[in-house]
């Protein structure tokens, strides 16, 4: 009965060893205490049953589709402009401000209320993370992968 | 065998994808990326129609939602299309665009999230797009709807997680990406993808185990 004296396998280290990742002095002992502890025998098997379990989204590509899709891009690039997501990505930073405005002055209400501030707080703190991203995106992105390439 | 098992193929095939269109691109990018530049009638096309599939799996993997994900794949290939002069070719192009499109669709989710976060919107589980997953031939139609029923909760579920934590579970489990992989394309620290890790399949585990022991 080796192992079972030793430490439990923490839940991190099952995690590691299920997906290879661990080195190999580690993985040598996380295998010889579950040859010996029922508990972490258990727990193992469950692990593994539930990743195992995890489904792979895919999409198939019905015949053509790739072809159409690839000209849809080519016709992109002849009339430059952005998509979809990203023209809504600027109409959401103008829907934020606008939707800011009116929290700071909700009609009827005493400006300054203790909880309202925080709550505002919280909310100019995300529209600056939502202007960074948008930064982030056009610039840092752009330049580091285009210095990459 | 649990039905689960036996109806969903788990294919870890996207790591060797990854890494035989990084091995092939490397020999045919100095050819392509000269035909490109030269404008060469269709070469951008064709190289478009030829990695079209496995980026917006990739972008859908990520995002959960098909239309943003051929979006986010679109966005990709522009990008790349934009940099081509500049593309020196140290890097293949194939992870150039594998490398784009996991971060504009990371960006993406971070968006979707605050903007549901602010306007205390969330998406509904049936929201969710139908799953489509891969499963053996031989699976009866009951098979294949369990096998549907369980990608939709998987897609629910990684929906409940944050950006990196569901980027991060979906670049190791699904795409077959090692830490090390996950932590210079994320540019995060290898801890910090270990515990985007760990968070994400506990979280994971109390929804998928909870469906496995409805079937057992
Ligand atoms: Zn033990």
Redesign the interface.
Known sequence: MKGIGAKHCR??DL??YY?D?LDTQRRHELEAHLNGCAACGKEWQ??Q?????????????ASG???R??????E??QR?GR????LW?GA?TAT?VL?LSLTVRPPGMLPGKGSNLVADAT?VQ?LE??QN?EL??ELD??QE????? | MTPQAATVVVDHASAQDYAAASELGDRCDKILLEQLRAGHPGAFEQLVASQASRLINLAYRLVGNRAEAEEIAQEGFLRLHRSLDGFRGDCSISSYLYRIVSRLAIDHLRREKLRRKLFFFRRQDDEVDPVEVSADPGASPRDLLQAKETGQRLLAALDRLSARQRAVFVLRHQEGLTLKEIAALLKLQEGTVKAHLHRAVRALRVELEDLQEDRS
């Open positions: 839940k991190e995690l590691l997906y990742e469950q692990l049953r539930t990743l195992d379990g995890v489904p792979q989204p895919t999409i198939e590509l589709e790739a072809e899709f690839a000209a849809r891009v080519a992109r690039v430059p998509g979809k997501l990203w990505g959401l934020v939707a909310i995300e993370l939502l991203m982030l995106e992105l752009l992968l285009e210095g990459q390439g």
